[in-house]
């Protein structure tokens, strides 16, 4: 496959993205597509880690963006794009043994359609659809000032069927229209990464069910965000490197 960028340094890959158009109107899949999967070779990787490691105030900067996720991997947004049209993310899961491993993460839908590729290692991913199935308790899944918390609202319960299942490895690149409900769940013991370019928000909020109530009391939840120090965020980058 040719070198999509002639060097991988993040305001190269922004400059691409900003100049390939407005990615919410409907050639997301094929267009992300090839920036995933070119910065999904090793090399290539490597060399925008080591972009974002030699330079301070990019480094704050993706640490100012970036925060641990409640479904236990670290969301590092590496770039946004201009009236937020695109962001480009990292998502990181540390290595974990069958007995220390989360279960199945929340099934859960978007606010944006993504586009991803799997960089390192391994995960089993489900799509559900709405109808006579297995029972969840549903939620509205809301951001609230500039992504520092997210609101948790209790919408009752609701059936959901699942639709799809796949063990889907390193390399695989891959679409997800944000209203698709799916979740993933670890399937390995070694580290896992992906590189995710999401399109414009198209909606204020996400749906989520879940097997267990979210708190004890039924009633609504606030989740605040973790974010990563400066020095939190260059001893994961290093981590990944490694990995690589």
Same mark, same amino acid.
């Not at 090839?34 to 900067?61: F, G, P, T």
């Given at each position: 496959?040719?070198?999509?960028?002639?060097?991988?340094?993040?305001?190269?890959?922004?400059?691409?993205?900003?100049?390939?158009?407005?990615?919410?109107?409907?050639?997301?899949?094929?267009?992300?597509?090839?920036?995933?999967?070119?910065?999904?070779?090793?090399?290539?990787?490597?060399? !925008?880690?080591?972009?974002?490691?030699?330079?301070?105030?990019?480094?704050?900067?993706?640490?100012?963006?970036?925060?641990?996720?409640?479904?236990?991997?670290?969301?590092?947004?590496?770039?946004?794009?201009?009236?937020?049209?695109?962001? !480009?993310?990292?998502?990181?899961?540390?290595?974990?043994?069958?007995?220390?491993?989360?279960?199945?993460?929340?099934?859960?839908?978007?606010?944006?359609?993504?586009?991803?590729?799997? *960089?390192?290692?391994?995960?089993?991913?489900?799509?559900?659809?709405?109808?006579?199935?297995?029972?969840?308790?549903?939620?509205?899944?809301?951001?609230?000032?500039?992504?520092?918390?997210?609101?948790?609202? &209790?919408? +009752?319960?609701?059936?959901? &069927?699942?639709?799809?299942?796949?063990?889907?490895?390193? +390399?695989?690149?891959?679409? *997800?229209?944000?209203?698709?409900?799916?979740?993933?769940?670890?399937?390995?013991?070694?580290?896992?990464?992906?590189?995710?370019?999401?399109?414009?928000?198209?909606?204020?909020?996400?749906?989520?069910?879940?097997?267990?109530?979210?708190?004890?009391? +039924?009633?609504?939840?606030?989740?605040?965000?973790?974010?990563?120090?400066?020095?939190?965020?260059?001893?994961? !980058?290093?981590?990944?490197?490694?990995?690589?």
């Amino acid at each position: 496959m040719a070198q999509l960028f002639a060097k991988t340094l993040l305001p190269e890959v922004r400059d691409h993205l900003e100049m390939t158009g407005h990615l919410g109107d409907g050639t997301l899949s094929e267009r992300a597509g090839a920036v995933v999967r070119s910065l999904a070779r090793h090399d290539e990787m490597r060399s !925008l880690i080591n972009h974002v490691l030699s330079d301070e105030v990019q480094l704050a900067e993706v640490a100012s963006r970036s925060y641990y996720h409640a479904n236990s991997f670290l969301k590092l947004v590496l770039a946004v794009g201009s009236e937020n049209a695109w962001k !480009l993310r990292l998502h990181v899961w540390h290595p974990q043994s069958e007995e220390d491993r989360e279960p199945r993460e929340d099934i859960h839908s978007h606010r944006w359609d993504f586009t991803t590729a799997l *960089l390192l290692g391994e995960y089993n991913a489900r799509e559900y659809m709405i109808a006579p199935g297995e029972e969840y308790h549903h939620y509205r899944y809301t951001p609230v000032r500039a992504d520092q918390f997210f609101s948790l609202e &209790a919408m +009752g319960t609701g059936q959901l &069927a699942q639709v799809f299942e796949s063990n889907l490895q390193a +390399g695989t690149v891959y679409h *997800l229209d944000h209203r698709v409900l799916h979740s993933i769940a670890r399937s390995h013991d070694g580290p896992t990464a992906t590189v995710v370019l999401q399109g414009p928000t198209v909606e204020n909020s996400t749906n989520v069910y879940r097997t267990t109530p979210a708190s004890e009391k +039924g009633g609504d939840r606030e989740i605040y965000v973790e974010r990563p120090s400066i020095d939190q965020l260059r001893a994961e !980058l290093i981590q990944l490197h490694d990995w690589l």
